[in-house]
């Protein structure tokens, strides 16, 4: 596999490695040709955002072992779709954005300064 990079052109940084994040479970929001929901974007999660996400469809909030899936809380960092994202931001819940830990992928869907105005600092050590 080839060294991912980041939206700012640097090597991709780990988003969070508990609760265990990335369409690959490897804590990353690189993006493959496996995923097709392009979860790139780590965010952290905020109360506002949660409630959005639930609200279109998609409860982040709710443990589901079967898939060993905690449960989000505010707080924890998390690969979201990218799309997902912009719909957030269009509807005025964007969560914040940690840029070094998000795929370059995501800027054929997201503009880097909607990113840039939401990125808070990568100061988080990864768990």
Not at 27 to 36: H, K, L, N, Q, Y
């Amino acid at each position: 596999m080839s060294q991912r990079k980041n939206v700012l052109g640097g090597e991709l940084e780990t988003c969070s490695l508990s609760p265990l994040t990335g369409f690959y479970r490897d804590g990353c929001c690189r993006v493959g040709a496996e995923d097709a929901g392009v979860h790139s974007v780590c965010i952290r999660a905020t109360e506002d955002f949660l409630a959005f996400s639930r609200y279109r469809g998609n409860d982040l909030s709710t443990p589901n072992p079967a898939f060993g899936f905690p449960g989000l809380k505010p707080g924890d960092r998390w690969c979201v779709c990218a799309h997902r994202w912009q719909e957030a931001l269009e509807a005025g819940h964007p969560p914040p954005v940690i840029l070094e830990a998000t795929d370059e992928a995501t800027l054929a869907i997201v503009t880097l300064e909607d990113l840039q105005e939401h990125a808070i600092p990568n100061l988080k050590p990864v768990d």
